[in-house]
């Protein structure tokens, strides 16, 4: 089981107090992509926790998230305006309202490689 360190919140700390969340493939927030993002909300004062979402399309292909959860509406809103992610509301979007429930995609699952300013390491494209 993987431990979590004592500073970090619980999962359901962070969807109760850190309720406006944007979510972005996970393979956007490595690299250099992790720096831009992490400038970003320094730059600007932005005080955020993150996790994970697995979604999962009708077609059965999958993609890890990693949701930036904010406190405050005006702070999810400046970064999602910046960096087109996808808006995520935790008791709607998690399968049966769970902590640690699937995100239910609609639609075709198309990859995505390019999202506002950020784009996939060439390392990570297939």
């Known amino acids: 089981m993987v431990k979590r360190s004592r500073g970090s919140p619980t999962p359901s700390v962070i969807d109760r107090d850190w309720p406006h969340q944007v979510a972005l493939p996970d393979d956007l927030c490595t690299d250099q992509n992790f720096t831009m993002i992490a400038t970003f909300c320094q730059d600007r004062g932005l ?4 996790r994970h979402v697995q979604a999962i399309w009708p077609n059965g292909k999958y993609e890890t998230y990693r949701l930036h959860c904010f ?3 005006a702070s999810a809103k400046a970064f999602l305006d910046h960096f087109d992610g996808l808006m995520f509301d935790p008791r709607r ?8 429930g699937v995100w239910r995609r609609t639609g075709e699952y198309t990859p995505v490689l390019d999202l506002g ?6 390392i990570l494209r297939s």
């Open 93 to 100: 979007d998690r399968e049966n309202g769970k902590v640690r």
């Open 117 to 122: 300013p950020l784009s996939v390491p060439e």
């Open 71 to 73: 406190s405050d509406a």
């Open 47 to 50: 005080k955020h926790q993150t």
